[in-house]
């Protein structure tokens, strides 16, 4: 037993050698493969070792041997930049978790991070590291690695705590130091800053970079003298953007100093922040500017200075406002107080500004309030000033001079002072004049009785007076308004002011509205005595001198006041003409007669008289017995003038002439051809009526009968019902009980809708209507007259239904009205007002050819006032604009300038500095749009849009602070206008984007 013990013995002994020696030959081959893929590694030939290193990995059995076969893979990784060298070091630690080089994994890998200057990676490695396994010799490395990445990442306050471990390091001390400094130099801590850079400063490595930042630091604390001479010494070893650097402290010691001509040229080599300067870079050399009195160059820094809202940008605005002062630019001045006005970092400099702001205001007007608002806000805001009573002075005058009369109005309310009192019968006065000229004859009548409860200054007093007057006249209300001329005429302070000189012609005029010819008559002449100079007033005032005598039966005296108006010949000539043929003939001169209207007839072969001309002279020559003549001028009537107000009439007198001669057959056809194309008119009753007694005559009564079945008009059996109903209503409409008379025209027409009263009934009922304002009850009543063939009434009609359709914008109603108005109006007045509606009928349905078709018609007659004048020139100006023919625009604006008022002279100032600018000439158009602001600044909309060419002009000039100021107040002070706000927002955007380019202060969308 013992001897097979000893067998087996050696027999394990034996296998158990063979399979160490087997292993020891593996295990030798490994670690030769090991070392070759290390030296390749120290080689740094790390994908080839990479390789090798995974191949030995995956064939080895040795646990160590993979362990450190992995950590170097992931280390080659690393090196390689692959992009899973991260994950591989972590699966190392995770898989070798007491692998000795685990912490050297990650110290190696962050100091590779480190050495290739790629800090967030260096640093979130060095934080994975174990302090204490670091040998010693090692941790000064660590320290300030560590410490300088997260310098790197802007963990200034962890970089200290590591930095400052190695302060006292020989190897890393220096740096150390530097860096503590430097952080200390950026978080503003220069005592610090200067302790650590003093440590340094001996050292080669440091001393040209520190000489910057001890000129920079000695800045910032203070020491003006030895900033400039530690960075004059540094100036010529520096490269191009420190110089530029060193220029700005030079620059700004000088400034601080107060040595302003020193501080220029240094402040101007500054290049600025990435070739961008800021708004106190700017400041600063447009203060030194300013202090040498250089103000045109103070200007050209201060003004580009955009979005400014701290002190620096207050008190660069209130230096830019005084600059602008010195060169006589108060538009400009007054953008910058009003600006630095806005902004409370110094109280002084805003009540500064703020008096500065006012008192320009008063001087040029203001764009953005009303003056009077400017000044009383200042005196709000500032109760107690020394400068009280001056503004309080300029506030009561402004409410005048301001010229923006509603606003003051509300402003004056409840101030009871003298001077405001004063001051309030003045403006109630001009508010009053505004609105008469823009035909708002109510709310101006208003406004003259308010400024007459207060007759403080008795020139006024009588101005108000007169206006009032010539108010009440074009309210039709005539009794007043003769009242109001004659107590304007007993007035002291009448007889020098501009309105007496046309006294006696407005109370001639409101006589003659009275129907009270002989003082109308009396007036005209004094007038005419009086006024030989104004050709066109004296010829209007001779013919109705003419008029008067005329409707009094004065005839020789209509007949020499007529003749003396065809002698001025400047206008209604042919209209004397016709009345002096017409007196003629009730003076007997049947003979005359007959050859002034053959004179007429032939000589005015335009005027709208001469179908009336052609009927009174075929009527005379019934009267001469001459009826072959008169028949031949019926016909000619009839066939030159279809649709004359006097065919039915010739037509009917034809018949008449035949009926008289015994012609029935032919007079029947003449009085059915009017019962046929006139029904229901005057003219087709009485045709009718004689009809009936022919054919009672001829004993025909039962084909009349048969006959006037045809006309629905006709109710015979009705006539004297139909007679007694419409003269109830006729009744209370002449005794002006207007109530009653409509009811009865309604009560009439509806008995007898086609009765033989009934378009005189229509016609009365639409009057009465339209006087109470009831304009929709009177529009089927005028339309009913309108349709109706053309009748006595008919003019007037399509007059009052167009002013319907006009005052409710039914443009497309009223067009067709006016087309025919035109064509078919005896009166000239009525012609002119159909095309003057034309135009703007067309325009308003932007048919824009055919309103400056219309335009030019309205101007084409000479004897245009100024209102319809200005109104054609501006329907040419507006159609041109829409239609792009801005040549055209332009004239016709700029002959709309020379006669408008209010709204429509605010639109025509507007387009000339808008074209102005259009042209290049920036100055004269920013003049333009000033006196828009201060003469018009009640119209709001051309304000601001005048603003937004100064805005544009003020660039072109190279003044980019007033462009966008003015600007980005038109955007805040008019939210109503959206076009025009839309087109400030894109203009400043435009503006501060182009800015942005050399500003860094200036924030655009896209900051």
């Given at each position: 037993?013992?001897t097979?013990?000893?067998?087996?013995?050696?027999v394990?002994l034996?296998?158990?050698?063979?399979?160490?020696?087997?292993?020891?030959?593996?295990?030798?081959t490994?670690?030769?493969?090991?070392?070759?893929?290390?030296?390749l590694?120290?080689?740094q030939?790390?994908?080839?070792a990479?390789?090798l290193?995974?191949?030995?990995k995956?064939?080895?059995?040795?646990?160590?041997?993979?362990?450190?076969?992995?950590?170097?893979?992931?280390?080659c990784?690393?090196?390689?930049n692959q992009n899973n060298?991260?994950d591989?070091?972590?699966?190392?630690?995770?898989e070798?978790p007491?692998?000795?080089?685990r912490?050297?994994?990650?110290?190696?890998?962050?100091?590779?991070?480190?050495e290739?200057s790629?800090?967030?990676y260096?640093?979130?490695?060095?934080?994975?590291?174990?302090?204490?396994?670091i040998a010693?010799?090692e941790?000064g490395r660590?320290n300030?690695?560590?410490?300088?990445?997260?310098?790197?990442?802007?963990?200034?306050?962890q970089?200290?705590k590591?930095?400052?471990?190695?302060?006292?390091?020989?190897?890393?001390?220096?740096?150390?130091?530097?860096y503590i400094?430097?952080m200390?130099?950026?978080?503003?801590?220069?005592?610090t800053?200067?302790?650590?850079?003093d440590?340094v400063?001996?050292?080669e490595?440091?001393?040209e970079?520190l000489s910057?930042?001890?000129?920079d630091?000695n800045?910032?604390?203070?020491?003006f003298?030895?900033a400039?001479?530690l960075?004059?010494?540094?100036?010529?070893?520096s490269?191009?953007?420190?110089?530029s650097?060193?220029?700005?402290i030079?620059?700004e010691?000088?400034?601080?100093?107060?040595k302003y001509e020193?501080a220029?040229?240094?402040?101007?080599?500054?290049?600025?922040?990435?070739?961008?300067?800021?708004?106190?870079?700017?400041?600063?050399?447009?203060?030194?500017?300013?202090?040498?009195?250089?103000f045109?160059?103070a200007i050209s820094?201060?003004n580009k200075i955009?979005?400014?809202?701290?002190?620096v940008?207050?008190?660069?605005?209130?230096h830019?406002g005084?600059?602008?002062?010195?060169?006589d630019?108060?538009?400009?001045?007054?953008n910058?107080?009003?600006?630095?006005?806005q902004?409370?970092?110094d109280?002084k400099i805003?009540?500064?500004a703020?008096?500065?702001?006012?008192?320009?205001?008063?001087?040029?007007?203001n764009?953005y309030?009303?003056v009077?608002?400017v000044?009383?806000g200042y005196?709000d805001k500032y109760?107690?000033?020394?400068?009280?009573e001056e503004?309080?002075t300029?506030l009561?005058d402004?409410?005048?001079?301001?010229?923006?009369?509603k606003?003051?109005?509300?402003l004056?309310?409840?101030?009871n002072?003298f001077e405001?009192k004063?001051?309030?019968?003045?403006?109630?006065f001009?508010?009053?004049?505004e609105?008469?000229n823009e035909t708002?004859y109510?709310?101006a009548l208003?406004?003259f009785?308010?400024?007459?409860?207060?007759?403080?200054d008795?020139?006024?007093?009588?101005?108000a007076?007169?206006?009032?007057?010539?108010?009440?006249?074009?309210?039709t209300n005539?009794?007043e308004?003769?009242?109001?001329f004659?107590q304007?005429?007993?007035?002291?302070?009448?007889?020098?002011?501009p309105?007496?000189?046309?006294?006696?012609?407005?109370?001639?005029?409101?006589?003659?509205?009275?129907?009270?010819?002989?003082?109308?008559s009396n007036?005209?002449e004094?007038?005419i005595?009086k006024?030989?100079?104004?050709?066109l007033?004296?010829?209007?005032?001779?013919l109705?001198l003419?008029?008067?005598?005329?409707?009094?039966?004065?005839?020789?005296?209509?007949?020499n006041?007529?003749?003396?108006?065809?002698?001025i010949?400047?206008i209604?000539?042919?209209?004397?003409?016709?009345?002096?043929?017409?007196?003629?003939?009730?003076?007997?001169?049947?003979?005359?007669?007959?050859?002034?209207l053959?004179?007429?007839?032939n000589?005015?072969?335009?005027?709208?008289?001469?179908?009336?001309?052609?009927?009174?002279?075929?009527?005379?020559?019934?009267?001469?017995n001459?009826?072959?003549?008169?028949?031949?001028?019926y016909d000619r009537?009839?066939?030159?003038?279809?649709r004359?107000?006097?065919?039915s009439?010739?037509?009917?007198r034809?018949?008449?002439v035949y009926?008289?001669?015994?012609?029935?057959e032919?007079?029947?056809?003449k009085?059915?051809k009017?019962?046929?194309?006139?029904?229901?008119s005057?003219?087709a009753v009485?045709a009718?009526?004689t009809?009936?007694?022919?054919?009672i005559?001829?004993?025909?009564?039962?084909?009349?009968?048969?006959?006037?079945?045809?006309?629905?008009?006709?109710?015979v059996?009705?006539?004297?019902?139909?007679?007694t109903?419409?003269?109830?209503?006729?009744?209370?409409?002449?005794?002006?009980?207007?109530?009653?008379?409509?009811?009865?025209f309604?009560?009439?027409?509806?008995q007898?809708?086609?009765?033989i009263?009934?378009?005189?009934?229509?016609f009365y009922?639409?009057q009465?209507?339209?006087?109470?304002?009831?304009?929709?009850n009177a529009?089927p009543?005028y339309k009913?007259?309108?349709d109706a063939?053309?009748?006595?009434?008919?003019?007037q009609?399509?007059?009052?239904?167009?002013?319907?359709?006009?005052?409710?914008?039914?443009?497309?109603?009223?067009?067709?009205v006016?087309?025919?108005?035109?064509s078919?109006?005896?009166?000239?007045?009525?012609?002119?007002?159909?095309?003057?509606?034309?135009?703007?009928?067309y325009f308003?349905?932007?048919?824009f050819?055919?309103a400056e078709?219309?335009?030019?018609?309205?101007?084409?007659?000479?004897?245009l006032?100024?209102?319809v004048?200005?109104?054609?020139?501006?329907?040419?100006?507006?159609?041109a604009?829409?239609?792009?023919?801005?040549?055209?625009a332009?004239k016709a604006y700029?002959?709309v300038?020379?006669?408008?008022?209010?709204s429509v002279?605010?639109?025509a100032?507007?387009?000339n500095?808008?074209?102005?600018n259009k042209?290049?000439?920036y100055?004269?158009?920013?003049a333009i749009i000033?006196?828009?602001?201060k003469?018009?600044?009640?119209?709001k909309?051309?304000?601001?849009?005048?603003?937004?060419?100064?805005?544009?002009?003020?660039y072109?000039?190279g003044?980019a602070?007033?462009?966008?100021?003015?600007?980005?107040?038109?955007?805040?002070?008019?939210?109503d206008?959206?076009?025009?706000?839309?087109?400030a927002?894109?203009?400043?955007?435009?503006?501060?984007?182009q800015?942005?380019?050399?500003?860094?202060?200036?924030e655009?969308?896209?900051n």
């Open positions: 037993m013992h097979v013990k000893h067998v087996i013995i050696a394990l034996l296998i158990n050698t063979a399979v160490f020696a087997q292993k020891s030959a593996v295990y030798t490994d670690l030769q493969e090991y070392q070759k893929a290390l030296t590694y120290n080689n030939q790390y994908k080839a990479q390789s290193f995974e191949d030995i995956y064939e080895t059995e040795d646990a160590t041997i993979k362990s450190d076969c992995a950590y170097y893979i992931a280390n990784a690393v090196r390689l060298a991260d591989l070091i972590t699966e190392f630690v995770e070798y007491t692998s000795t080089k912490n050297t994994a990650y110290l190696d890998v962050a100091d590779y991070y480190f290739n790629k800090y967030p260096a640093r979130k490695w060095y934080d994975k590291v174990e302090e204490n396994s010693r010799s941790r660590y300030f690695n560590f410490g300088y990445s997260l310098y790197a990442t802007g963990s200034e306050e970089a200290n590591y930095l400052n471990r190695v302060i006292n390091s020989k190897e890393y001390g220096s740096q150390a130091k530097y400094g430097f200390a130099y950026e978080g503003d801590d220069y005592d800053a200067n302790e650590y850079f440590q400063s001996d050292n490595k440091y001393k970079k910057y930042y001890k000129a630091l800045f910032k604390l203070g020491k003298e030895e400039i001479e960075a004059e010494a540094q100036y010529p070893k490269y191009a953007q420190e110089k650097e060193l220029s700005k030079i620059g010691s000088y400034f601080n100093l107060e020193e220029i040229p240094h402040l101007q080599a500054y290049k600025g922040k990435g070739g961008k300067w800021n708004n106190t870079d700017y400041y600063q050399l447009g203060y030194a500017h300013y202090k040498q009195n250089d045109e160059k820094e201060f955009i979005d400014g809202n701290n002190s940008a207050q008190n660069a605005y209130y830019l005084e600059s602008y002062i010195n060169l630019k108060k538009q400009e001045a007054l910058a107080f009003r600006n630095a006005s902004m409370d970092f109280e805003q009540e500064d703020w008096l500065n702001y006012a008192k320009i205001s008063y001087e040029i007007g764009p309030q009303s009077p608002q000044l009383a005196l109760p107690n000033t020394n400068y009280r503004v309080e300029l009561i402004s409410y005048i001079t301001s010229k923006n009369y606003e003051a109005l509300e004056l309310k409840g101030k002072s405001n004063v001051a309030y019968q003045k403006v109630a001009f508010r009053g004049v609105l008469y708002q109510s709310e208003d406004m009785e308010k400024s007459l409860k207060e007759p403080r008795p020139e006024f007093v009588a101005k007076t007169f206006w009032k007057a010539e108010t009440d006249y074009n309210l005539y009794n308004a003769l009242i109001g004659k304007f005429n007993g007035l002291a302070e009448a007889s020098g002011l309105e007496n000189d046309n006294l006696n012609y407005n109370l001639a005029y409101t006589y003659f509205k009275l129907k009270d010819y002989s003082q109308a007036y005209f004094k007038f005595n006024n030989s100079g104004d050709k007033r004296q010829n209007d005032a001779y109705r003419a008029d008067g005598y005329f409707v009094s039966s004065q005839y020789q005296k209509a007949i006041a007529y003749n003396k108006a065809i002698n010949n400047e209604e000539t042919d209209y004397a003409a016709f009345q002096k043929a017409m007196s003629q003939g009730y003076l007997g001169k049947t003979a005359s007669k007959i050859s002034e053959n004179t007429f007839i000589g005015y072969s335009k005027s709208a008289l001469r179908d009336d001309a052609m009927y009174e002279l075929a009527n005379s020559y019934v009267k001469q001459e009826s072959d003549k008169a028949m031949q001028m009537l009839n066939n030159e003038y279809s004359s107000a006097f065919t009439k010739a037509l009917l034809q018949g008449l009926y008289n001669g015994n012609d029935n032919r007079a029947l056809g009085f059915k009017v019962a046929q194309d006139f029904p229901a005057g003219e009485q009718v009526s009809a009936r007694l022919i054919y005559d001829l004993g025909r009564v039962d084909e009349y009968a048969r006959w006037v079945k045809t006309l629905d008009y006709v109710e059996t009705d006539v004297e019902l139909d007679n109903m419409y003269l109830a209503a006729e009744k209370p409409y002449l005794d002006n009980d207007t109530d009653n008379a409509i009811r009865q309604n009560k009439y027409l509806n007898f809708p086609n009765g009263h009934a378009l005189k009934s229509h009922l639409a009465l209507y339209y006087k109470k304002d009831l304009f929709e529009q009543h009913a007259v309108v063939s053309k009748n006595e009434y008919t003019e009609a399509m007059v009052k239904l167009c002013e319907i359709y006009l005052n409710n914008k039914n443009w497309s109603q009223a067009i067709p006016l087309k025919r108005l035109e078919e109006a005896d009166y000239p007045q009525n012609v002119l007002y159909a095309q003057s509606n034309l135009m703007n009928a308003q349905t932007d048919r050819n055919e078709s219309y335009a030019e018609k309205v101007l084409s007659n000479l004897k006032d100024n209102k004048k200005s109104d054609a020139q501006l329907i040419i100006a507006r159609s604009i829409k239609t792009g023919n801005e040549d055209k332009q700029a002959d300038q020379k006669i408008a008022t209010g002279a605010a639109e100032l507007y387009y500095g808008y074209f102005k042209e290049g000439n100055k004269a158009s920013n000033q006196k828009l602001a003469d018009y600044s009640s119209y909309y051309y304000s601001a849009k005048g603003l937004v060419v100064m805005a544009k002009n003020f072109a000039l003044d602070f007033q462009a966008t100021y003015i600007l980005e107040s038109v955007i805040s002070n008019f939210p206008f959206d076009d025009v706000v839309n087109e927002k894109l203009e400043l955007n435009s503006i501060k984007a800015e942005a380019r050399t500003n860094s202060s200036i655009t969308d896209d």
